[in-house]
Structures are given as C-alpha cells and as structure tokens.
C-alpha cells in the first residue's frame, strides 16, 4: 500500500510526504520506487497520524471490559477504531476478585489472538486497591487491601496480559505492593486516593511512574498542602487527562500541560459502554449511570467515566491551547506506547514499526484507520 501525497506527522515535525507499505510495516517514507499494483491512497488535503492508544477505556459500543469476554472485548476494539484508536488496555473495576480474573482472561485471550479492530496490548487495573474517601464511580464494597496475593488471585495465570495498575499509595499495604509490581515490570499509577502530597512522593519513591485521570478523585493542589496533584507537578512521573471539557476545565487542562509538558502527559478517553452509543441509561462496573447533556454520572452525581473518544479527545486539546498538532497527537500515540513499552514498533512514523497509522482532516474527522498495513476503518 502506498499513502501519497498526504501531510505526515512525526514527532517532531508535521512534513508532506509518501508511506509505503508492505507485510504490515512501514518499508519506506518517501520511496523512490514501488510496485504498481500497489493499493494507492491519495493523502492530498489529509494528515497522517501513528494509530491512537489508549491506556485507559472501560468499554464503548454497549460493551464493558467487565462483561469478561472476548466478544466484548472485540466489539469495543470495532467501536473505537472508527475513532482513529489502533491500540488499547482494556480497563477493569474495582469488582468482586473472580470478575476481575474473569476479565483477565478474556483479555489474555485478545491480546493473543487479535481482534477485528484496535489492538488489546494488556490490562489495565483500576482497582481494588484505591482509598474509600475517593471512591469516585467505582463500588466500595469491593475494595481490597493491597498484597501480593490478592494481587495473584485477580490476574492469576495472566499476570503477563497486565500492562498498567492503579493504586492508592497511602493505603495500607501499597507501599510493598508498589515496589513488587514494579520489580515485576508493571506500570504502577497513583489514583482514586487521598494522598498527601508526601505520600504521594513517597509511592513514587516505591516505583510509582504514572498517575490516573489528573485532578479526579485525587488530593487536590492547595497553597500550603500541595496534595498528590502537586506530586504529580513535582515529580517527572507521567499524568493522563480525560480532555472533554467535562473532567477538567480548559483553563486548569492549560496549566497542567504548561508543568507537565506535552512530554509527560497522555490522551486518555476513560469511556464507558455508553460511548459511541444515544444518551440513555448504561452501568459501569455494575453500577447504573445516566447519560445526558455529554456527562455520564452515577446516581449520586459522580462523573461514571466518560463517552470521549480519543479523536474528539485531539480535537478538543488543539482548539483549547497553542500546541502546534503534532505535540498534541504525540500525547495519544508516542507517550501511551512508551507507557505499554511497545514504543519500539508502535506510536511514532518511523521505517520498521507497525503500520498502525489513521488518516484525518482538518477537523481532525477519522477517514481511513489502517491496522498492520490493512484498512479496518474507511469514511472516504
């Protein structure tokens, strides 16, 4: 397949050019020769992107990553591929211990088999071991005390599907669970706690490397007690936003970004089933959530995640602050491979890697998602 004549966005650059195509990876940019029977895409008035990953989604379609099954899975994968995400860890709750392992294998299975749209690179853990006091969507009366064997009942024989975790550093317990996790070569976040800005600090000392959905259900930045959000903003640990305007103002989405920089902050959707789908009545993680005016909410008026998706996410950072748009799709696309370690084929434009890549307007409207050099998405 050859992609000519079509504005490709590197890392560090946006520059027009020709990709060509061949047994799944890029073979060549700007090739001086290729096959004429070649498939030919004319890229004339379109960008080209490194597929978007996304580190942190429950579920979209009408489907939950909790339903624990690979069908699930899969019709998630086919939901947000239209949206441009090539690459996602499917996100648990926190739920009883055997839904969690439930899921776990579904996901295992995913991950090794493939799917009809994005790619499952492993799982993400949200839960059981967050702080009761910032509970947010997820269900209280699961919470678990951290430990390695708790740990191993949850992810048993899939332990090598797990990408990500997240954690209440203050929690009893977590401390050790941290450390051994990330010895283990997991990636430990801190979030859905109530940390102090030095027992943040303190996770991070442990191997905390990441931090779930900036500013939600977290201690917030004040003046004279700095919280885990002034942690994060100390600290050269990674963050992830939830950019739909809804989670976080614009204004507090400009400051973060002015300390993190575009560098160490990742795209995330944090979407629930209701994704994709009309406004109405969903659950999340067995919870019922209501679905209006673009916010999914709890019962009780807690956000429930969201419906974003991650081209909307794009879409809205670049009309919302000065970055020039690749800056911005690194956030989606290099950032979330290097925090799945898959950064050595996935993420950026480069010969050899996965030809994982969309093409979208000026709008930032998904007209082709291309998945190992096939065409999976078309609105062309």
């Known amino acids: 397949m050859l992609i000519k004549n079509v504005n490709i966005i590197f890392l560090d650059k946006v520059e027009k050019g020709d990709i060509l195509i061949n047994d799944g990876k890029i073979k060549s940019i700007n090739p001086d020769s290729y096959e004429l029977d070649d498939k030919i895409i004319d890229g004339t008035g379109l960008y080209l992107s490194p597929g978007f990953i ?23 994968s086919k939901n947000i591929v239209k949206h441009g995400t090539t690459s996602f860890t499917p996100t648990t709750m926190t739920v009883a211990i055997k839904d969690i392992y439930k899921s776990m294998e579904a996901i295992s299975k995913a991950k090794e088999i493939g799917t009809e749209g994005a790619n499952v690179l492993g799982a993400h ?28 009942d949850m992810v ?15 929690v009893e317990g977590a401390l050790e669970l941290i450390s051994y996790l990330d010895n283990k070569g997991v990636r430990v976040s801190l979030g859905h706690t109530k940390a ?3 027992e943040a600090m303190e996770g991070i000392k442990h191997g905390v490397s990441h931090s779930t959905h900036l500013f939600n259900a977290m201690t917030p930045f004040q003046h004279r007690e700095a919280g885990t959000v002034g942690a994060i903003f100390d600290s050269n640990i990674t963050t992830e936003t939830i950019s739909d305007g809804i989670h976080i103002s614009y204004p507090s989405l400009r400051t973060a970004y002015k300390i993190k920089t575009p560098d160490k902050v990742l795209l995330v959707s944090d ?39 991650l081209d909307n996410a794009i879409k809205n950072v670049y009309k919302n602050t000065n970055y020039p748009l690749h800056e911005v799709i690194k956030m989606a696309t290099y950032n979330p491979a290097k925090h799945c370690k898959v950064d050595d084929k996935k993420g950026i434009i480069k010969e050899g890697y996965d030809a994982d890549l969309v093409l979208f307007d000026d709008n930032i409207e998904i007209k082709y998602s291309i998945i190992g050099g096939k065409i999976v998405y078309s609105n062309n």
């Open 54 to 76: 996304d580190v942190h989604i429950h579920g979209a379609g009408g489907y939950d990553t909790m339903n624990g099954t690979y069908e699930s899975l899969n019709e998630i």
């Open 196 to 198: 102090t800005y030095e």
């Open 125 to 152: 853990l949200e839960g059981p071991f967050i702080s009761p006091k910032a509970i947010g969507a997820q269900n209280p009366n699961f919470l678990q005390k951290p430990s390695k064997e708790t740990y191993h």
């Open 156 to 170: 048993g024989e899939y332990e090598n599907a797990v990408t990500s975790i997240t954690i209440a550093p203050e």
């Open 271 to 309: 979407a629930m089933e209701a994704c994709c789908m009309p406004e109405g009545s969903y659950s999340l993680g067995g919870q019922p959530v209501i679905v209006k005016n673009g916010a999914a909410r709890l019962e009780n008026g807690a956000l429930a995640g969201s419906i974003l998706t």
